[in-house]
């Protein structure tokens, strides 16, 4: 692939409209009949989750920390070490979500926050995009305001410690990793 994007001539497929075949509280479970526009022989059943929008964020605090958050995932049935994050709310800005969140889950705020990347977290079944926020000057500002399913203990972790806790696969969350990575990449020339 070029720097530019494909170089290729592959094209958006023709889809039927969506049927939705579950509906949950985190995501809808969707079917459409495909058919590839360069080659319609080639056509069948496809199915992919339709989901809010995910937030993540890396907060500093003035000495250099990262505010870190230690949780039980059920999906893999482990506790593990994030970043706060959660899913952007209707009508919500990725960014407020973010600090939304980061209020929500550790009771720390920050003034200066932007977005520094955005990732498809599986473009193969899910549609939705994650992005991450990074806020510098964290600072506590209150209690924590967990919902009724949270279980959530937060921990300062200095920042240069970080690497180390990917490599030795304590920090194991894909969409922790990858915001990480977009904050290495603001922090190369």
């Known amino acids: ?26 995501f809808s479970l969707h079917r459409k009949w ?3 526009s360069n080659d319609p022989s080639r056509c069948g059943e496809f199915v992919y989750l339709d989901a809010p929008d995910w937030v993540n964020v890396i907060a500093l605090t003035a000495d250099d920390c990262v ?11 482990e506790v593990t070490l994030e970043i706060p994050g959660g899913s952007v709310d209707p009508g919500e800005a990725p960014l407020h979500g ?6 929500e889950e550790t009771g ?4 200066d926050a932007c ?3 955005v990732v498809a977290p599986n473009p193969a079944i899910i549609n939705n995009r994650c992005h991450t926020v990074l806020v510098r000057g964290a600072a506590a500002v209150g209690a924590p305001q967990l919902q009724g399913y949270e279980d959530i203990h937060t921990k300062l972790v200095p920042l240069a410690d970080v690497p180390d806790l990917i490599r ?13 990575h977009h904050f290495d990449l603001r922090r190369d020339p």
């Open 67 to 77: 505010v870190l958050i230690e949780q039980f995932r059920h999906g893999i049935e």
């Open 98 to 103: 973010g600090l939304r969140e980061l209020r």
């Open 168 to 180: 030795s696969g304590t920090i194991c969350h894909s969409l922790v990793i990858a915001a990480f």
């Open 34 to 36: 495909v058919t590839s």
């Open 1 to 26: 692939m070029s720097p530019e994007g494909p170089t290729h001539n592959i094209v958006s497929w023709q889809a039927s409209d969506p049927e939705t075949l579950a509906e949950t509280k985190v």
């Open 108 to 111: 720390y705020d920050g003034a």
């Open 115 to 117: 977005i520094i990347g």
